[in-house]
């Protein structure tokens, strides 16, 4: 009889997850559901977790369902991309969960679940962005965003502030980002960026970020690339550019609403291969968490991954 593997991130939205897996797993009892759950015991783990129940109980498996963050079903897709058909489902238990927005998945954790549970379950195959390091590293992936530049910078900070837990704790963690983003807007050095997508090769001066997008949202709810379209076989390329420190911070207001693309300085591109070549060094992030610095060889992953929605999209 096969059942459902649940991943879940002990620590997401500052431990609020635990409390939103109580709450689950007394759904699961009262339906009788056939199901095991395992617990992340630090960074990456729920990589080896998913990469384990994927090998050692692949016939057993109705889904593997992370419980957490982005950062969370970012690491599960991670440990699962090796070509198999493992349906993921996902029951948003973080502080941002701009993963539930941009792939049709309810908001509600108790809703998501009832979702995953369903005998007529609507799957869709998503694509997934993978990208390198270098010739020797090998190839990660990421679901949502990869940004280099100012807003990995930014992200960085916020996730190694010991505010952070703190404002998380009375659900204001974005604040954090806020006052690290304020502090940095006028040290932070912009620099010159090579890009090369699919071939053609693009020159922009005075970079503040690069971001290259899965889905529309990002930063808790930024919609940083309108039409981005996970579906689609492409990735969206945004490139924020010759902008005053004063004039950024007014195109972060827009962003939400995804009013910053008539801003002058925000330039867009779509493409399946793309390198990212600064003159300097820039910090990085992928679905929010440090990976590096740049170079980077970004493009769409080969295997498309089997995903448990709610509505067609």
Not at 32 to 42: E, G, L
Not at 163 to 176: A, C, E, P, Q, Y
Not at 230 to 239: I, M, Q, R, S, Y
Not at 271 to 300: C, F, N, Q, R, W
Request: no cysteine; net charge positive; hydrophobic share 40%.
């Amino acid at each position: 009889m096969k059942k459902y593997f649940f991943i879940v991130n002990t620590v997401a939205a500052n431990g609020a997850s635990l409390k939103i897996w109580e709450m689950i797993k007394q759904e699961l009892e009262t339906k009788q559901v056939n199901y095991r759950s395992f617990f992340t015991k630090s960074e990456r783990h729920a990589v080896e977790l998913a990469k384990q129940i994927a090998n050692m109980h692949h016939e057993q498996i109705e889904a593997i369902v992370a419980v957490g963050g982005d950062g969370t079903i970012s690491e599960v897709i991670n440990g699962v991309m090796d070509g198999s058909d493992i349906p993921i489902g996902y029951i948003p238990a973080g502080s941002a969960n701009d993963f539930s927005r941009g792939y049709s998945i309810p908001a509600s954790p108790l809703t998501a679940l009832r979702t995953i549970l369903m005998k007529k379950k609507l799957i869709k195959k998503i694509d997934v962005g993978r990208y390198k390091l270098g010739e020797r590293t090998k190839p990660s992936y990421f679901v949502n965003n990869l940004g280099v530049g100012f807003d990995a910078e930014v992200s960085n900070r916020a996730n190694q502030s010991r505010m952070k837990k703190n404002f998380n704790k009375l659900r204001m963690g974005s604040l954090v980002y806020v006052g690290i983003l304020l502090n940095l807007l006028f040290k932070y050095k912009t620099t010159n960026v090579e890009l090369n997508i699919d071939g053609q090769e693009y020159h922009y001066q005075d970079v503040w970020f690069v971001t290259i997008s899965n889905q529309p949202y990002y930063g808790g709810g930024m919609k940083i690339s309108p039409k981005a379209n996970p579906f689609d076989g492409l990735l969206n390329v945004t490139v924020v550019h010759h902008f005053p420190p004063i004039k950024l911070l007014l195109l972060f207001g827009t962003v939400f609403f995804g009013k910053h693309t008539f801003f002058k300085g925000v330039n867009f591109h779509i493409g399946k291969e793309i390198h990212i070549l600064p003159e300097t060094k820039l910090p990085m992030h992928a679905d929010g968490e440090y990976i590096g610095t740049s170079p980077v060889s970004i493009s769409i992953a080969s295997h498309k991954q089997p995903l448990i929605v709610s509505k067609r999209k």
